[in-house]
Structures are given as structure tokens and as C-alpha cells.
């Protein structure tokens, strides 16, 4: 993904860490994280407010795999949310976590909580590989609803233990408990599942 330049301040940001921020009758401008907190920061009265961005850190899974996660603060009001991502040629992909807070809270304290979460997701694996194909590890799955741009349909795409799961192919490894209940459970991206 080529860099945006933000409209703030100038900088030429990635552009999974552009905000599109204003509205219909005064137009919207391409601001980069820090200048959209900062906006946010001044309409809020929040002039404590500390801007922090935290570098990539990396993170080992249950099967000896690195993941490089990459972190975004975003101030939305009232609330502040702490994105944390992989990245694929340049977009946000694979894991993807988030913890949300009160703006006047500790960013350290927030970010020490997010990393613990990933921790705890990534110390469980959801899916098996059997010969070929992929499998349900045991009776409970966890992952992340997205969409599958590749269908000509609105049709969903499953991130599982990272990895990009197509309908059809988590319908075929359900399968393998034909006949048995489940229970579907839908969260915020913000909650633990």
C-alpha cells in the first residue's frame, strides 16, 4: 500500500494509519493517527491527552511461529481504542486485536493489557492440519468475521489462528461433527472471546 501524505501535518504515513476525519459540510481531510487524536484531543477538552505510537513487537505462538504485531492508538471521544495488527503487503491482516479504555488511563497500562490478550490467543491453536487439509483441533473455534473480497457475493471470510479461512472451507471442516449441536457467539473486537 503506498504512503498517504497526511493533510495535519505533512508526514507520508502508511495507509492503514490514515483516518479519514470531518464530515459532509466541511469536507473531510486525510489526517494520519497522531493529528486525528490530536483534533479529537482539542473538540474533547482533553489537553492531557498523551499521543503515544509504540513500535511493533513480536510475539510467538503456541507452535514456535513469530508474529510481528503492529500498534494504533485512535481517540474516539470519550473512549480510547489500542489496535494491534499484522501486516500483509502492507495492509492489516492475519491477527487482529483491540483494547479499548478511558482516554485519561495509562497508554502503558493499556498496551501492557492488549499484549496479554494476544498472549492468551495465540498460546491455543483452533485449527489442525490432517494430511491435507484443515481441521477443527477440538470442539471450540475462535477468530475474527471479515469479508471475502475474492467472492462475487457478500460472502464471509474467517480469520482462525491468523490465517484466512474461506466460507466453504470452514463449512467443510464442520462437517466433521455432522449431527452434533453448536452455539455461535458473536463479540466486539474489543471483548475476549
Same mark, same amino acid.
Given at each position: +500500500?503506498?504512503?498517504?501524505?497526511?493533510?495535519?501535518?505533512?508526514?507520508? *504515513?502508511?495507509?492503514?494509519? /490514515?483516518? @479519514?476525519?470531518?464530515? +459532509?459540510? &466541511?469536507?473531510?481531510?486525510?489526517?494520519? @493517527?497522531?493529528c =486525528? %487524536?490530536?483534533?479529537?484531543?482539542?473538540? %474533547?477538552?482533553? #489537553? #492531557?491527552?498523551? %499521543?503515544?505510537?509504540?513500535?511493533?513487537?513480536?510475539? !510467538? #505462538? &503456541?507452535v514456535?511461529?513469530?508474529?510481528?504485531?503492529?500498534?494504533?492508538?485512535?481517540?474516539?471521544? %470519550? /473512549?480510547?481504542?489500542?489496535?494491534?495488527?499484522?501486516?500483509?503487503?502492507? *495492509?492489516? &491482516?492475519? $491477527?487482529?486485536?483491540?483494547?479499548?479504555?478511558?482516554?485519561?488511563?495509562?497508554?502503558?497500562?493499556?498496551?501492557?493489557?492488549? /499484549?496479554?490478550?494476544i498472549?492468551?490467543?495465540l498460546?491455543?491453536? $483452533?485449527?489442525?492440519?490432517?494430511?491435507?487439509?484443515l481441521? /477443527?483441533a477440538?470442539?471450540t !473455534?475462535?477468530?475474527?468475521?471479515?469479508?471475502?473480497? @475474492?467472492?462475487?457475493?457478500? *460472502?464471509?471470510?474467517?480469520v482462525?489462528d491468523?490465517?484466512?479461512? *474461506?466460507?466453504?472451507?470452514?463449512?467443510?471442516?464442520?462437517?466433521? =461433527?455432522e449431527?452434533?449441536?453448536?452455539?455461535?457467539?458473536?463479540?466486539?473486537? @474489543?471483548?475476549?472471546?
Open positions: +500500500m503506498d504512503p498517504i501524505q497526511c493533510e495535519g501535518c505533512g508526514e507520508s *504515513t502508511a495507509g492503514y494509519d /490514515i483516518i @479519514s476525519y470531518g464530515g +459532509m459540510d &466541511s469536507g473531510y481531510r486525510q489526517l494520519c @493517527s497522531r =486525528f %487524536n490530536a483534533e479529537v484531543a482539542k473538540l %474533547n477538552g482533553l #489537553d #492531557d491527552f498523551e %499521543n503515544v505510537r509504540f513500535e511493533p513487537i513480536g510475539i !510467538v #505462538d &503456541s514456535g511461529e513469530a508474529h510481528q504485531f503492529h500498534f494504533q492508538v485512535r481517540l474516539l471521544g %470519550n /473512549i480510547v481504542a489500542l489496535d494491534a495488527f499484522e501486516l500483509r503487503d502492507g *495492509t492489516p &491482516s492475519g $491477527y487482529q486485536f483491540q483494547m479499548v479504555g478511558d482516554p485519561e488511563e495509562d497508554l502503558l497500562a493499556l498496551l501492557g493489557r492488549l /499484549i496479554e490478550k498472549r492468551r490467543r498460546s491455543v491453536k $483452533y485449527l489442525t492440519d490432517a494430511g491435507h487439509e481441521q /477443527i477440538e470442539q !473455534v475462535r477468530g475474527r468475521i471479515d469479508w471475502d473480497e @475474492s467472492a462475487v457475493e457478500r *460472502t464471509p471470510l474467517l482462525i491468523g490465517r484466512e479461512i *474461506t466460507w466453504d472451507d470452514f463449512g467443510r471442516m464442520l462437517m466433521a =461433527f449431527g452434533w449441536q453448536f452455539k455461535l457467539e458473536i463479540f466486539d473486537r @474489543s471483548e475476549e472471546a
